[in-house]
């Protein structure tokens, strides 16, 4: 990745920006498993290529600042910590680095730092997959794993808004909790041969025909349907659904309904190889 200083700020921040991933051949992060198998690929096709400015990075450098202030916990008895591990899934290694295991409790830890819309939300689903592929990853070496938990660290809490709304995390860190089960490890090792044998496919493949990230991976917002009058410039109701859309219609009047498309947020502001996808070029770019 080329790293770029825009703004020239302290070197500092660039030396641990250049704290990157070396793609090693059939090996991937349980990180990278989570994303688009378009955009995994097109990371480590076009590695050298990817440029990005510091100043785009300041929360990820802010996690990784986090972490590193996290790694002097010491551990107890029954704990160690920032361990990386890799297993073999058929043909590939998986690797991945959990925070903190507690043998005693069987409790996998991992340090998160979010937008507290994060957790008012409370889709912690990708959350749980990734702590769950950990747990498997530590079950591989004869270590019992129970549950997990996140300490989500919100980067943008505010304290007034804790004070005055009711459903606003009242402080800027929260613990969330996972429990597993026998059946959830089974279902996460089909789930990883699955994601591998996709993988394999889609590396013949070249940049163009890669399978689509899902409307999920793409962060997009969902399609919207708008009961439009003629002659009006505003929506009288917009609605989730066409049928939604089509009822209101029918009960409250309105000429026709047109469709609004969902934003693609992670094609626009958040992938770094966009520059380098059909997708985006041609269906997200002549939008901003």
């Known amino acids: 990745m080329i790293i770029t200083n825009k703004l020239n700020l302290p070197e500092s921040f660039v030396n641990m920006a250049r704290q990157d991933y070396i793609f090693a051949d059939n090996e991937y992060r349980v990180t990278s ?26 929360w990820l450098l802010f ?18 910590k920032e361990e990386r591990i890799k297993v073999c899934i058929g043909d590939y290694i998986l690797s991945g680095q959990f925070d903190l295991y507690n043998a005693e409790t069987k409790t996998i830890t991992d340090y998160k730092t979010c937008s507290v819309w994060k957790v008012i939300l409370g889709d912690y689903s990708d959350w749980r997959k990734q702590t769950l592929i950990y747990a498997y990853m530590i079950s591989r070496f004869g270590f019992d794993v129970e549950n997990a938990e996140i300490v989500a660290l919100m980067k943008d ?73 003629k002659g009006r410039k505003t929506a009288m109701r917009v609605l989730d659904s066409m049928e939604e859309a089509e009822k209101w219609q029918a009960d409250n009047g309105g000429d026709f309904i047109e469709t609004r498309k969902g934003e693609d947020k992670k094609c626009k502001d958040y992938c770094s190889v966009c520059q ?13």
Request: net charge negative; proline share 5%; hydrophobic share 30%.
């Open 157 to 229: 809490h505010s304290k007034r808004d804790a004070k005055i709304k009711d459903n606003y995390p009242p402080l800027p860190v929260q613990k969330i909790t996972f429990h597993f089960t026998a059946e959830d490890f089974i279902e996460i090792e089909e789930w990883l041969n699955q994601r591998f044998a996709e993988i394999a496919e889609a590396e013949k493949l070249p940049d163009d025909e890669l399978p689509l990230c899902t409307p999920e991976e793409r962060f997009n917002s969902g399609d919207k349907y708008a009961v439009m009058k």
């Open 33 to 58: 498993l989570l994303k688009g198998i378009r955009e995994t690929i097109l990371e480590r096709r076009h590695k050298d290529e990817i440029e990005q400015d510091v100043s785009d990075m300041i």
């Open 63 to 80: 996690g990784t600042a986090v972490h590193s202030i996290l790694e002097h916990h010491k551990e107890g008895d029954y704990e160690f």
């Open 276 to 288: 380098f996808c059909n997708y985006y070029k041609e269906e997200v770019q002549n939008e901003r």
